[in-house]
């Protein structure tokens, strides 16, 4: 009886940020900020790919971060070290992003104002933002964030089968970054099965092979998310 | 407005499934079966870790493994091939395991039966029930399964900063299985800090490392889950 109600307010909920995030989209379009939405299970390299993601968009794309996290903000400190510039957002206990906690920062970032998400005049332009999800691989793909374009991780230590067992997250996303590819030889991971195992859930997902620790791949992916962003500012 | 709503129906569902979680527990007192919650993100190795604690825990005690997914049945088949006991419980979407999903479970290996969690007279005698949790280190944390004992693993390649980002988790952890620790040497983990960050979150937790791959500190862990359940069948 109990597990039948959870579903119901969730569907409620999930109906209410659907077209939250709707709106949100359409007031980024306005702003001509392009929104990123990055997922993964904890542990799996959000930041330390970010890091690398850095050197490789400067002078390419103005973009900054948003560190969601439940608590701490060690994730925030390590990418304005990095000279991004970046925010953290405390979920207070959530286990995920909606489309009202993304306005928060994105507004915290001076971009949008008010709740018609209007542009801020005169404010700092950026093509980018990245919002850096709560490390989860189930919650935060029920949760529409407003974004522009949706982006998971799976690390190799994390193994090939995670597209298997956490479906809805394959489903939405539009690039699978496998990830911490230079640890390869030590885990039992089959490259080839991970993009079966993905193409399953998402015959339209773009699988792309990184290491943020050797630069291996970031090129490709750096050069992949500038002409997502330029075709949606044309 | 939304955030505050879901907060307070959360709050709601929390004291009805502590409540009932208090219900289970004494059944499986009266049943005599130790159940324990083993919880970790995605891919930290669950499965692995208890295929070898299968090998240790051999002629000590009589065990059972409930494998809780959204999806796949790849991780009962993986412990049924191994020839410990198994059954798999998809959540249907959900992301943790409530009382009353585990109470299933444990129906469904015959231990207990009614919503007066009577234990099935004539069944066969299991010590020990292993839940392991949907991969997830947020959600899970929230939920009293109605175990006798809370574990969570976090693998090497996770990083040492997972409880100062996830503290609920470690908060209400009784044991802490730091695994993968043969990747050690790939890895920036610092074993010193990922203790004091655990301890940080909760001054009584007992942190043990292992190597579900080498076999390095799983005697150790198969002697202290032994003891926790000799003690409480005392």
Not at 73 to 83: E, K, L, N, P
Not at 123 to 138: A, I, M, R, T
Not at 225 to 230: H, L, T, Y
Request: hydrophobic letters at 45%; charged letters at 30%.
């Amino acid at each position: 009886m109990e597990e039948i109600k959870i579903i119901e307010l969730k569907q409620s909920v999930f109906e209410d940020n659907d077209k939250d995030a709707e709106r949100l989209r359409a007031g980024l379009k306005d702003a001509g900020v392009f929104l990123m939405n990055l997922m993964s299970s904890p542990g799996s390299g959000k930041t330390t790919l970010l890091l690398s993601l850095a050197e490789k968009l400067a002078g390419r794309l103005d973009w900054a971060v948003m560190e969601a996290d439940i608590d701490s903000d060690v994730d925030a400190a390590r990418m304005i070290d990095a000279g991004v510039r970046s925010v953290q957002l405390h979920t207070g206990g959530m286990c995920h992003l909606d489309a009202d906690m993304t306005r928060q920062g994105l507004a915290e970032l001076g971009l949008i104002q008010g709740e018609a998400d209007r542009p801020v005049a005169g404010c700092e332009k950026l093509d980018l933002v990245v919002l850096e999800n709560v490390g989860n691989l189930v919650c935060p793909a029920e949760f529409d964030t407003g974004a522009c374009l949706d982006v998971t991780i799976l690390s190799v230590p994390e193994g090939d089968d995670k597209p298997l067992k956490y479906p809805l997250m394959y489903e939405k996303c539009d690039i699978l970054i496998v990830s911490k590819i230079d640890v390869l030889p030590y885990f039992d991971f089959d490259t080839e099965k991970v993009v079966a195992n993905a193409l399953m859930r998402n015959p339209k997902i773009d699988v792309i092979f990184v290491s943020a620790k050797t630069g291996e791949g970031m090129d490709e992916l750096a050069v992949k998310i500038e002409k997502r962003v330029r075709e949606w500012q044309e």
